[in-house]
Each structure stands twice: as structure tokens, then as C-alpha cells.
């Protein structure tokens, strides 16, 4: 059974707990500001650069950095030490459990829903913000880890 699993995963994409932690921070930051850039141009679209604008990036944001501080932080918390435990020469795919996958794949899925339900670009726009922002600064914990792995 070794013989065939270790066939099986020779060709797996492998590098050091740096590297993971460092694409851990990439994808998050990557796809935090992705939510965040739709979600404030959805928006502008609704309000242009009035009030309703203003009031909407900063619901948004103060959402997201409490979803990040209640809710994220665990997470990255969770993944970050998930990394440090795995060590060096493990899969990079691997640095997120399946269960963090699958959770992704369900935000996916719920984002992909949210957009066709119809709902004022307002509301979406700032569920999208906040999400983006949360992860954003999610972010931060990878970044700080992979910063103490380097010695820096």
C-alpha cells in the first residue's frame, strides 16, 4: 500500500512551510482584494460617489475587520499552525485541509448564488467588501509567520 500511495503523490507540486505560509498570505490577500474591488464597485454603480457610497465602504469595512477579528483570525490561526506542523516537502495543495476546501468551494458556491439572486448592488457590494476585507487582513497572519520562518 505505501508502494502505490507514494506513486500516487510523487507528482504532487511540494515545497518548504515558507513557501506555504507565503502562498497562504498570496491567495488570501489575492482574493480579499478581489471581493473588495467588486464589492466597491458595485457600490459606486448603485450610489455613484455620494453619501450612500461613503456609507457603504465604511459599513463594508468596519463588517470586514470584524468578521477578520472574530471569525478569520481563527482560521488563519488554524491554517497557519496547520502549515508549521506539516513541515517541509509536503504538497502545496496540502497547506489547506479538506475541510478548508470544501468551506472555500461553499463560499464559492454561496458568492455565486448571492449574485444571482438578484439583490440590490448595494447589499451585494457590501457583503463583498467585507468579505475581501476580512481576508485581506487575514492575511496578515501568514505573512507574519512566513516573516519569523525567514528570520527577518
Given at each position: 500500500m505505501d508502494d502505490i500511495r507514494s506513486e500516487r503523490t510523487s507528482w504532487a507540486p511540494r515545497s518548504d512551510a515558507t513557501t506555504n505560509l507565503f502562498l497562504a498570505g498570496v491567495i488570501w490577500v489575492a482574493v480579499g482584494c478581489g471581493l473588495a474591488m467588486a464589492?466597491?464597485?458595485?457600490?459606486?454603480?448603485?450610489?455613484?460617489?455620494?453619501?450612500g457610497f461613503a456609507?457603504?465602504?465604511?459599513?463594508?469595512s468596519l463588517l470586514g475587520a470584524l468578521k477578520f477579528r472574530f471569525v478569520l483570525t481563527k482560521t488563519a490561526h488554524r491554517v497557519?499552525?496547520?502549515?508549521n506542523a506539516r513541515g517541509d516537502g509536503?504538497?502545496?495543495g496540502g497547506m489547506f485541509?479538506?475541510?478548508?476546501w470544501?468551506?472555500?468551494?461553499?463560499m464559492m458556491l454561496l458568492g455565486n448564488i448571492l449574485r444571482r439572486l438578484s439583490l440590490p448592488l448595494y447589499l451585494l457590494?457590501?457583503?463583498y467588501l467585507a468579505v475581501g476585507v476580512a481576508l485581506a487582513a487575514?492575511?496578515?497572519?501568514?505573512?507574519?509567520?512566513?516573516?519569523?520562518?525567514r528570520g527577518s
Open positions: 464589492g466597491t464597485r458595485w457600490l459606486f454603480e448603485d450610489f455613484g460617489l455620494g453619501l456609507l457603504g465602504v465604511v459599513l463594508g497557519r499552525d496547520r502549515i509536503k504538497c502545496v485541509s479538506w475541510g478548508t470544501g468551506f472555500i468551494g461553499g457590494g457590501a457583503v487575514g492575511s496578515s497572519i501568514y505573512f507574519g509567520a512566513w516573516r519569523d520562518r
